[in-house]
């Protein structure tokens, strides 16, 4: 993505022969240039507004496209060169300087190795902690191996960096030959050295890298396409019960028959899921405006209309799955519920069988990819 698209984001800087500071993210990218669009001393909690804009709530004036600011070279020395009496009173992210940067170009990639995790790969534990399973590079010795995979597919050098100091690594000869004895092979590589490494990436490349970015669709849909909020809802998938059915029909039947297990075995006041029928009453009820909401301003009625929407769609899978189970008692109910609340099934197949392939993927249309992305990728296509 960051080849490709070449988005605007948030960096944090390290200085050389940093001990006490690590990175904070165990594997990442060191940038080797870019542009300097603002820095700051400690996190400000940027986020991206879309490919090429970033705003911090905390301090960015509103009337601006993007966080610049107008000598970012004055903010960059005192956002890299934090005492460290400073630092060590703060607490989490504010530990860290941000620094964003437009068009940024990379140099390589990192793997962070602090005492403890070399501590683990002198005892033969890669990319694992026997402590702690949760902690690591997605656990285990296999993916510890397969950075260099990344860094091979990307054709960019892989550097760990140990105690504020850079080495080229190979995590493949790291666990071939042992720790100990790769690490006494590694010579210190400075960060003259590391631009020296870097390549230029062609626009061909750059061209084909944005294109499988956009083909994978790594981006937040529920904020470009309303037809993929409505498919989740007709889900009845986790987090989308606000406006929603509480649950799916296939849930609900699962419930039911936990719930009579329970009975059995003399369970005390077992949790019991209801019945398909007063879940669609409830959905019903649900379904009714509200007062306040209907009487407001324009807005206030489009929110509505959007929720009662949503709550339609979640009924409409609600019964396709009761359906599927040949209930068709509570198919025709939750119709009828629709049907009054001025919504249509066939309006819900249409979308679903336009939106939602054979495998129950949600189709994604050249309309749902943020504008600027698309710009991006036709724009590199003109320059190819």
């Not at 296999?142 to 892989?158: G, V, W």
């Not at 769609?313 to 068709?328: M, N, R």
């Amino acid at each position: 993505m960051l080849i490709g698209l070449e988005p605007t984001i948030s960096v944090a800087s390290l200085r050389k022969n940093e001990k006490e500071l690590n990175p904070y993210y165990r594997f990442g990218v060191i940038l080797k240039g870019g542009t300097i669009l603002s820095a700051y001393k400690k996190d400000q909690l940027t986020k991206s507004e879309d490919l090429f804009n970033r705003r911090s709530k905390m301090v960015d004036n509103k009337d601006q496209p993007t966080i610049i600011q107008s000598d970012p070279q004055k903010n960059i020395n005192e956002a890299i060169n934090i005492p460290n009496e400073e630092v060590n009173v703060r607490h989490g992210l504010e530990k860290y300087n941000e620094i964003v940067v437009e068009k940024p170009e990379i140099g390589g990639l990192f793997l962070h190795i602090d005492k403890e995790w070399l501590d683990l790969m002198k005892q033969g534990h890669y990319g694992d902690n026997p402590n702690n399973p949760d902690q690591g590079v997605d656990h285990g010795e296999s993916a510890f191996i397969e950075l260099m995979k990344y860094s091979e597919d990307l054709n960019l050098p892989l550097y760990a960096i140990v105690d504020g100091k850079m080495y080229l690594f190979d995590t493949r000869e790291c666990v071939k030959q042992g720790a100990e004895n790769y690490l006494k092979t590694l010579k210190e590589v400075s960060m003259n050295e590391l631009l020296d490494n870097a390549r230029e990436i062609s626009i061909e490349e750059k061209r084909e890298r944005a294109e499988s970015v956009v083909n994978s669709t790594p981006f937040d849909l529920s904020r470009t396409s309303e037809d993929y909020e409505l498919v989740q809802y007709y889900k009845n998938s986790s987090g989308h019960s606000s406006f929603g059915i509480s649950c799916s029909y296939k849930d609900l039947i699962r419930r039911q028959q936990r719930y009579q297990m329970l009975l059995k075995t003399g369970a005390v006041d077992p949790y019991n899921p209801g019945t398909a029928e007063s879940i669609l009453m409830q959905a019903k009820k649900d379904l009714e405006p509200l007062p306040e909401m209907t009487e407001k301003p324009a807005f206030f009625k489009a929110l509505a209309a959007k929720r009662s929407r949503m709550r339609i769609f979640s009924i409409y899978g609600f019964a396709v799955e009761a359906l599927e189970a040949e209930d068709t008692e509570t198919y025709k109910l939750a119709e009828e519920i629709v049907k009054s609340a001025g919504g249509s099934f066939g309006e819900c197949k249409k979308l679903i069988t336009d939106r939602v392939d054979a495998n129950g993927n949600f189709i994604v249309k050249d309309t749902d990819i943020p504008s600027s992305v698309r710009q991006r990728v036709a724009d590199l296509k003109r320059a190819a």
